[in-house]
């Protein structure tokens, strides 16, 4: 009995377990990246240097390399280099084929019921396949590494039922600002939150994604989806695994929050807080030096669809550059077989290889001093893309599109 | 007796130490960025036992542990919040960089006070104003691993995560 998250640790641990609980549980799966694997590797080290020094399951163990890939400068290709030679050390295969969050449940590695831990805040994500997931950092990754285990204190859940339908231009990006504006950036902190209703019932793996991604910037420790058969389609092929389907189960919950999506416009997350939202009709007219389409949180090939669909035998407005980053290799290859990356490089864009992309401000479409962005990112935070000065607007793949077409942050209704 | 830096509401990660500066496990390099993007003068003028004090949600956004890492290399002896984002709480609890939850000590307070903290006991007494806080108790759980010094040494100290 109980919100998915306890019907989850009760499952793994083989008895009811309550909120406000601190619980010590197996981990399914521990995941790190090219820039919090270094200090996780030392913490690992440290922990393990009276023993035999090795991680608690190879196979269930997983480097991605997404943050600065291909390297860009001389100190990530050493970083990398090292993480490289433990991962020999320790026989874990790395991955380099996309964006953590996106090739951990392509290649079928999240499966409901799972809990998995990884060394990324958005690591939240994969609660849209119904898995308990969460961010920590690299000193609880390589506690996990070395004992396959770690501690939760079981959070109190926040319900956020979704109903209607969206509106014509209106995207499941333009709800999940719906919902930071509502909860706040810090609503949610310590908390679950379970998506249900309608129209999370409709919504495609794709959508959910994008939904618990943004758990995070609610300060939740994880978004969640009961599993169904949408979550069943989406995992065949993906896993011959056996996984059940936990629903919440006479649930209490700390609060219950309704979105009426039809009520819904697209909308903008103005810098530097993500809660700072507004209709796009309201923003004024707000010019725009780079709009970069990609990322966890809306890198996937219906988000490629919707904005090479707007584009398609279009030009970018000539004061506008464009950067696209598919979200993994199996997208990439997808959108470059349907001709979505035809249809930007045609435009003028920049596309980019898989991985996070210009997202942490690293390479492929820094900013500089005073210039403005406008992405399909989750943080609008000061300075994250480049010089302090510049700054971040947040929208939804359409908007964006909308957006590189005219210079200026554009309503996606006026082109669609 | 230590001097209070303090910072506002929802101070994320990225500000505390940005991702062009990241890319290191050189704490000492951390340390020279920190929080470079508020207050430019920090890391220069920060000394060994100052006390950071910030309004909510301190430390949010990315799970990157270079942000206390880097708070920890300046010396700072304790962060004082009226609340903090749950992976950088976990991750400063993890590295031994103590952090306290106490509102009326941020709302009574001002940047450049003098302060005394007592970590055992979680009193504060603001020098400058006389003033005596207490800061919420900590979870069992994570007073252990404070305890200990951290998440490494509680598990060399128990034997196992339990």
């Known amino acids: ?416 | 007796m230590s001097r209070i830096w303090m910072l506002g509401d929802n101070v994320n990660t990225d500000v505390i130490i940005p991702g062009r500066y990241n890319v290191t496990t050189d704490r000492a390099q951390l340390a020279c960025y920190c929080l470079c993007e508020v207050l430019p003068e920090f890391s220069q003028q920060v000394q060994e036992g100052d006390v950071v004090m910030a309004g909510h949600n301190f430390g949010c956004g990315s799970s990157r542990e270079h942000a206390p890492a880097a708070i920890l290399a300046c010396g700072v002896h304790v962060i004082i919040a009226r609340s903090f984002a749950r992976i950088f709480y976990r991750n400063a609890v993890n590295i031994g960089l103590p952090v306290l939850v106490c509102e009326e000590a941020v709302l009574a307070s001002a940047d450049g006070q003098q302060i005394d903290v007592d970590l055992k006991t979680g009193a504060i007494h603001n020098r400058t104003t006389g003033q005596a806080f207490q800061a919420e108790p900590l979870d069992p759980f994570v007073e252990r691993i404070v305890a200990a010094g951290g998440i490494i040494e509680y598990i060399c100290q128990e034997g196992t995560l339990r």
């Not at chain 1, 100190?75 to 990398?80: D, G, M, P």
């Not at chain 1, 629903?247 to 009426?260: F, G, L, Q, S, T």
């Not at chain 1, 550059?321 to 979200?327: E, G, I, K, S």
């Open chain 1, 1 to 416: 009995m109980g919100t998915l998250t306890e019907e989850i640790f009760s499952y793994k641990l083989g008895r009811t377990v309550e909120q406000a609980e601190t619980i010590v549980v197996d981990v399914d799966r521990v995941m790190s990246h090219d820039t919090t694997t270094p200090l996780a590797i030392q913490a690992f080290r440290k922990l393990t240097e009276h023993d035999g020094g090795r991680v608690f399951n190879p196979r269930r163990s997983h480097i991605v390399f997404d943050h600065i890939v291909p390297a860009a400068t001389i100190a990530a290709a050493t970083l990398q280099r090292d993480i490289r030679s433990f991962a020999q050390e320790q026989d874990i295969s790395i991955l380099q084929e996309g964006i953590c969050h996106q090739v951990m449940p392509e290649r079928g590695y999240v499966i409901p019921g799972d809990v998995i831990v990884g060394a990324d805040s958005h690591t939240c994500t994969y609660g849209a396949l119904g898995a308990f997931a969460t961010g920590m950092g690299s000193t609880d990754i390589g506690v996990a590494y070395a004992t396959g285990r770690t501690w939760f204190r079981v959070p109190r859940t926040i319900n956020i039922r979704l109903v209607g339908t969206l509106p014509f231009g209106v995207y499941a990006k333009d709800v999940t600002f719906e919902m930071v504006r509502r909860v706040g950036v810090d609503g949610a902190n310590y908390r679950a939150i379970e998506y249900s209703g309608a129209l999370i019932e409709q919504m495609s793996v794709s959508e959910r994604f994008t939904f618990c991604n943004m758990a995070i910037e609610m300060g939740g420790k994880v978004g969640l989806v009961a599993p169904d058969a949408t979550t069943q389609a989406w995992l065949r092929g993906r896993t011959d695994r056996e996984y059940p389907l936990l629903a919440p189960r006479n649930p209490r919950y700390e609060r219950v929050i309704e979105i009426d999506a039809s009520q819904l416009q697209p909308m903008i997350a103005c810098p530097p807080d993500v809660n700072n939202v507004v209709p796009v009709g309201e923003v004024g007219h707000v010019k725009i030096d780079q709009v970069f389409l990609g990322t966890c949180t809306n890198g996937r090939l219906d988000d490629l669809a919707i904005a090479a669909n707007i584009m398609r035998g279009k030009t970018i407005h000539p004061q506008t550059r464009m950067v696209v980053v598919p979200a993994s290799r199996e997208i990439y290859l997808e959108a470059m077989r349907l001709g979505y990356l035809e249809i930007f490089v045609q435009a003028g864009a920049s596309v980019g290889t898989p991985g996070c992309g210009p997202c942490i401000g690293r390479h492929n479409g820094v900013l500089a001093p005073g210039e403005r962005a406008l992405t399909t990112m989750n943080r609008n935070f000061t300075g994250r893309m480049g010089d302090p000065t510049s700054e971040i607007y947040l929208g939804s793949p359409a908007t964006v599109a909308a957006t590189a077409l005219t210079g200026y942050i554009t309503d996606p209704r006026n082109v669609l």
